[in-house]
């Protein structure tokens, strides 16, 4: 696993932004390497002296790091060599997801003038990811930040998770600005019947919301990835819900089915929650024919190649991010390892899931 | 509950289809229909209903985008000019029965572009914007000019994406035509009636010829593989090959696609095949029977898939709105806007058809020339009545969003273009094709469905093609 989080001793007393420059790329701006040692670093910066420890310095060339020296405490927020860059801007939400990965909380700290400042000094053309929480509660921020980025940086482009819950017809003509082509946004739909969407993201009123900001982001010609996890409730629900997409959303860029995340909720409710499209393929199966058939843009994420039958295996990405991806020893021999997403790094190794089979 | 135009077309079996304006289908039984027509919806019925999006709750936007985007997906949408159909010269080695374009002899000098014509098609090119080009050398017997072709692929080296078909009897390949197939981005299409002695008949007419044309055919198979090469049977409808004998040929050169046309009427044909004005009932079993055969023949065979090419078309249209470019068939189908035809003399054309239409005296359907241009009031006559969209009669039909509108087949026809729909050859064509396709798309035979699956390019049979409401 790879740490994103170091443990810091800045000079300074105010978090900082700051690029971290090497030998090899220095830019103007950047904090110098002024002396590096093993799994330790010191820079000189405008924020004056700070040392990071845990990663050799050749590891962070390039990275962009929130430095909060009250907290003693580094965060990587992009890595120069990684496509997997997410801003996490607010850990409140208004829906509370049976399986929620990252569970809400009360809190919300603003963070959003440091992300701008961090995207500014982003690599270029870089894709980043945003989210939450819900990132849209505080979506004119959001928005400001799209926007703002834009304007001097149009290489960036941004993926925003999002429950689509808060978007208003008065956000349309915003959209519609040039800023917004370089947005994707990743919205969870778990059912097409509204009882068990609601059910499943812990929010009465929950769809039929859904399906009305739907018509606001088809409006302001957004881009849309829909998502879901497969869980046990919406599992047998899932041709139906192919039927629904193909007829109703075919405006999306993108279906991303996923497996569960054995992490947050899910991690204690794992046994209710969790199917194995590896013992039942069936309704995937059924919903993913449908979706081909009338040319819908499924992909599947987190789903190991080998669970997989083979006419299928070309639709699973390599979904789960490097830092927190790991393979079996099984996977050892396995000839698709490098398309494989393999699993994620706290799955348990004993699970039924993890039963490989390497191709 | 409110509910979205459905169109019905009766099925055999006392069910009906119904499709909406965005051409999403079900069936309905005989009971379900009942229900329609008495307005007795039950709960199951109106779930199936606004899960497909047929529903329409005023109060809700999203069932109105939704719907909208649909429909808009379904028409097509004609970009600018990047589809160029050249024909460098009229003249031609063969003197086949029903040559549409009323060739010219070999030695005949005033049938090529001069190189006016040529400057002017290249500058034509200059012109196109974007990375992409589709350019088909039609002819005569455009390989008798390799010369001209190449200046015309040289031009296009600034494309990205180029592509560039070369329709030739293949009665002749020499060094010159050899260097312009060993492309990559050169395509062969060539015409392949049937086995030796059917493509003699209207083809070749001698032994040697025929001999000639086959040899060069297994050649250039050979060396560039089938994907290289396309080819196209034109079928006497009085007297059509077996099925069987058909499909034989086209296996043996591996070719896969097989084009059913029966002989056009226009140009020499006309005179010469009198009863070939309307497809008989006749052509149509025939039609039937070789989609069928075809389907057997894949499902015994599973090594080879072979489709018949225009039912391929309607068939992905169905199921792919918007995403199959075809000029054969689509809604809206404006004329002389993103691909031309650019005869020997410089005349432009909207269609391969008017062209041959004009030189065989039917009806002048020229757009304009190559040098002047063919933005023309011509054009702009023909395109006000290129949707079936308002057609009084395409409205009530179900296969309306699947279907197109050809005004140059009309005007071939019937000298005008407000013949009723239905008493058209146009509309009966389809009507027959989408009623087969239905058929297929709700038969229970492992056999089509396996045919289907793969003329669909998916990677398994899916549980159903259709719905039904039971
Ligand atoms: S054996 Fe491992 S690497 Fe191979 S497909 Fe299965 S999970 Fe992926
Ligand atoms: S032309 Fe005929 S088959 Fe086609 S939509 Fe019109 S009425 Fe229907």
Redesign the pocket.
């Known amino acids: 696993m790879i740490p994103l989080r170091l443990s810091a001793f800045a000079e300074a007393d105010r978090p900082f932004v700051v690029r971290l420059g090497s030998p090899s790329g220095q830019r103007c701006g950047d904090a110098v390497l002024v002396e590096a040692e093993g799994n330790s670093a010191t820079y000189a910066s405008k924020a004056g002296l700070f040392t990071i420890d845990g990663v050799a310095a050749s590891g962070l060339a390039g990275d962009v790091l929130l430095i909060q020296p009250r907290e003693q405490r580094a965060e990587r927020l992009i890595r120069a060599t990684s496509p997997h860059n997410t801003l996490l801007v607010t850990e409140r939400c208004d829906q509370l997801c049976v399986m929620c990965s990252q569970p809400p909380k009360k809190t919300h700290v603003d963070r959003f003038a440091l992300f701008e400042e961090a995207c500014m000094l982003a690599p270029e053309n870089m894709l980043i990811g945003i989210t939450g929480g819900e990132p849209t509660l505080y979506r004119h921020q959001l928005f400001d930040l799209i926007e703002r980025i834009y304007r001097t940086r149009p290489d960036l482009s941004f993926h925003v998770l999002t429950n689509a819950q808060h978007f208003e017809n008065d956000d349309i003509d915003r959209m519609l600005g040039p800023a917004y082509a370089r947005v994707s946004w990743g919205i969870p739909l778990y059912a097409s019947q509204s009882a068990l969407h609601d059910e499943i993201v812990g929010k009465r009123g929950a769809f039929s919301q859904l399906l009305e900001n739907f018509a606001i982001l088809m409006r302001a010609g957004a881009r849309i990835e829909l998502r879901t996890v497969l869980l046990r409730g919406n599992y047998p629900a899932l041709p139906e819900l192919a039927h629904f997409v193909a007829s109703r959303l075919r405006c999306i860029e993108a279906w991303s089915i996923m497996q569960l995340e054995h992490s947050g909720f899910a991690r204690r409710r794992w046994a209710s929650l969790a199917v194995n499209p590896r013992l039942d393929f069936a309704p995937l199966r059924e919903a993913m024919d449908w979706s081909f058939l009338h040319q819908m843009p499924v992909q599947l994420f987190n789903i ?4 997989l039958p083979e006419d299928y295996r070309r639709f699973a990405v390599a979904s789960i991010s490097d830092w927190k991806q790991k ?2 020893s ?2 050892d021999g ?4 490098d398309l ?4 994620f790094e706290w799955h348990p190794d004993q699970d039924e899931c993890a039963k ?4 | 509950m409110s509910l979205y135009p459905l169109r019905l077309r009766a099925l055999p079996n006392g069910e009906a289809l119904a499709v909406n304006d965005s051409g999403s289908f079900f069936t309905l039984s005989p009971a379900a229909l009942e229900r329609f027509e008495r307005d007795t919806l039950n709960p199951q019925d109106e779930g199936y209903l606004t899960q497909h999006g047929h529903s329409l709750d005023e109060n809700s936007s999203f069932d109105r985008m939704s719907h909208a985007y649909c429909v808009a997906e379904r028409l097509d949408q004609v970009g600018t000019l990047d589809y160029l159909i050249l024909v460098p010269t009229l003249r031609c080695n063969l003197r086949c029965s029903y040559c549409q374009v009323s060739r010219a002899d070999i030695d005949q000098h005033k049938y090529d572009w001069s190189p006016d014509t040529l400057a002017a098609v290249l500058d034509c090119i200059d012109a196109i914007q974007g990375d992409h080009i589709k350019i088909e050398f039609q002819g005569g017997e455009p390989s008798l000019r390799p010369d001209l072709i190449q200046a015309v692929i040289e031009r296009c080296e600034r494309f990205a994406h180029r592509q560039f078909v070369v329709c030739t009897n293949l009665q002749c390949i020499d060094d010159g035509i050899l260097t312009l197939f060993d492309r990559p981005d050169c395509f062969i299409s060539t015409s392949l009636d049937g086995d030796t002695t059917r493509h003699a008949i209207h083809r070749t007419q001698s032994e040697g010829k025929t001999r000639q044309f086959f040899d060069n055919l297994r050649y250039v198979v050979e060396r560039y593989g089938p994907g290289k090469v396309s080819a196209l049977p034109t079928i006497d409808a009085s007297d059509p090959p077996p099925p069987e004998s058909l499909i034989d040929a086209y296996r043996e050169f591996g070719l896969d696609s097989i084009f059913l046309r029966p002989i056009n009427y226009q140009g020499f044909a006309r005179k010469r095949h009198k009863h070939s004005r309307e497809q008989s009932h006749a052509w149509r079993r025939y039609y039937r029977r070789f989609v069928e055969t075809l389907i057997e023949r894949n499902w015994s065979d599973r090594d080879q898939v072979l489709e018949e090419s225009y039912l391929s078309i309607c068939l992905r249209r169905i199921f792919w709105p918007g995403n199959e470019r075809h000029v054969d068939l689509r809604n809206p189908n404006p004329m002389g806007m993103d691909y031309i035809v650019v005869d020997h003399d410089g005349t432009v054309y909207p269609t391969d058809e008017a062209r041959m239409l004009a030189r065989s005296g039917i009806i002048d359907l020229a757009i304009g020339d190559i040098v002047s241009g063919w933005d023309s009031e011509r054009r702009e006559t023909l395109n006000r009545h290129a949707t079936n969209q308002f057609d009084p009669t395409c409205q009530h039909c179900a296969y309306q969003p699947f279907c197109g509108r050809d005004l140059i087949d009309d005007l071939a026809r019937y000298g005008r273009i407000d013949v009723p729909r239905t008493e058209t050859e146009f509309c009966r064509r389809h009507l027959h094709l989408f009623d087969f396709i239905f058929e297929l798309i709700y038969s229970d035979d492992p056999a089509v469905r396996y045919s289907l699956t793969r003329w669909l390019r998916l990677p398994e049979t899916p549980v159903s093609f259709g719905t039904m409401l039971e």
Do not use: I
């Open positions: 190991p190649r080998c669970a393979f079996l099984a996977c396995c000839r698709e390892r494989c997403c393999g699993f490989v089979t390497p191709l």
